[in-house]
């Protein structure tokens, strides 16, 4: 991935809103690349600023100060037609769908051909091709009244990709639909990020949607970039706050430990596992060969990246020396600890 080419650098990105004589920093001082073909992750809690970075991408919101470089264009010193010609390789997808009601499902595809004044035959024969890459070309008559949000989302995938972009934003894109949905959704993208080379870009506030699909992840806190990193690196030793926050089980920003600690100030770690050890019963062969044991507090698995991965939110013993033999047990076997309390 690193040897691909950069589809986005941005430096030192600040967004300012002024409102009756008042400044909100929506972003500050952001910095990273995106690279051709990978599938980026954008991830933070409501309010975090994510949703006003990606629309920062394409210009549809401008910066306060610093540089976006669209495969090294400066996207804030392009004139007018420059810009639409560059937005004709940036196509989006959003929660809402963003589809006309009162258009067949084939007419709502051959809307951006229309607007790039493709010709009709061509547009329709187009349209066709996008709707059977999303499995839909059946419903080519329909409207989407008369569709689930399943295929509605399809629908607008297929009109995002009709115009052969080079990169589609996804903004919330499966925050509609229910989860057997988002998987189906998920696994389309991987395909046509695969087949397509297409460069995809992910804003969520789901570490699942995350760890399902995306090669890297920036994780947006308070406007700021709080951490950057390969998706599995990030969740098995996440540095920031926010990133340790976001990881607690059940993969929800708001989530909380199902069971209590004994007491408040009892010393509570997460541990991630990956490969071999995800299968290992390493809880059960702490105490046959320490004596010592831990309270489980939550514990999960899931795939990361095709790769099985665990976590597990422990209290360890109250005695400190205990406590350290736990731990060094733990990191022995080469298991990442992050603090939790």
């Known amino acids: 991935m690193n040897d691909e080419k950069k589809v986005y650098e941005l430096k030192n990105v600040t967004k300012i809103y002024k409102n009756d004589n008042k400044e909100f920093t929506a972003l500050k001082d952001i910095s990273l690349d995106i690279h051709e073909g990978e599938i980026f992750g954008i991830i933070g809690m409501s309010g975090a600023g994510k949703s006003t970075l990606v629309r920062t991408l394409n210009r549809l919101e401008e910066i306060y100060e610093g540089e976006i470089r669209f495969f090294g264009e400066d996207l804030g010193k392009l004139a007018p037609k420059e810009l639409r010609k560059a937005r004709q390789s940036i196509s989006m997808i959003f929660q809402g769908f963003n589809l006309l009601m009162q258009k067949t499902v084939i007419e709502n595809v051959m809307i951006p051909l229309k607007i790039a004044k ?28 008369q569709l ?49 080379k297409l460069t995809v870009i992910i804003i969520t506030h789901e570490m699942s949607v995350v760890e399902k699909i995306c090669d890297r992840v920036a994780i947006i806190e308070k406007g700021v970039l709080a951490e950057i990193g390969n998706v599995t690196e990030v969740f098995t030793s996440p540095k920031s706050a926010a ?40 809880i059960s062969n702490l105490v046959e060969e320490t004596g010592r044991k831990v309270n ?15 976590q597990m939110v422990v209290e360890l013993p109250k005695d400190e020396e205990d406590s350290k033999v736990v731990l060094d047990y733990f990191r022995g076997k080469g298991l990442s600890i992050v603090e939790v309390s």
């Open 296 to 310: 489980i507090l939550s514990a999960n698995t899931k795939s990361v990246g095709g790769i099985g991965f665990g």
């Open 243 to 282: 990133a340790k926050y976001l990881l607690l089980p059940n993969g929800e920003a708001d989530s909380v430990n199902p069971f209590d600690a004994s007491s408040t100030d009892s010393h509570i770690v997460r541990i991630a596992f990956d490969g071999q050890s995800a299968n290992e019963p390493f």
């Open 118 to 145: 493709i010709p009709r035959a061509e547009r329709k024969k187009t349209a066709l091709d996008m709707l059977k890459v999303v499995g839909l070309e059946d419903k080519k008559n329909s409207y989407p009244a």
């Open 148 to 196: 689930s949000g399943g295929q509605r989302q399809r629908v607008a995938i297929a009109r995002a990709l009709a115009s052969d972009p080079k990169v589609l934003l996804c903004d919330e894109a499966t925050s509609a639909l229910d989860p057997k949905i988002t998987e189906e959704i998920l696994e389309l993208l991987k395909e046509i990020n695969r087949t397509r």
